[in-house]
């Protein structure tokens, strides 16, 4: 690693330090989840989204709240 970046990080507080370590572990499995939507789930998406598009009156739900009901860190 880059003798400068090291010299910066240790400038941060170990609280600055843990939020880094965890900020990058959360980019690391995003990127690892990431990946091609398989088809059949993609059409189950658009049927959704047609369905909800012809029912404007539908519960709709946010990201936030399905994670938080499945208990899935966003």
Do not use: C
């Amino acid at each position: 690693m880059n003798a400068m970046l090291m010299s910066e990080l240790s400038k941060l507080s170990i609280e600055e330090r843990r939020a880094l370590i965890d900020d990058l572990w959360d980019s690391i499995d995003s990127e690892l989840d990431a990946g091609p939507i398989p088809e059949e789930i993609g059409k189950m998406l658009d049927k959704r989204a047609d369905a909800l598009a012809r029912d404007p009156n539908q519960k709709k739900y946010t990201l936030q709240e399905i994670a938080a009901r499945r208990n899935v860190k966003l």
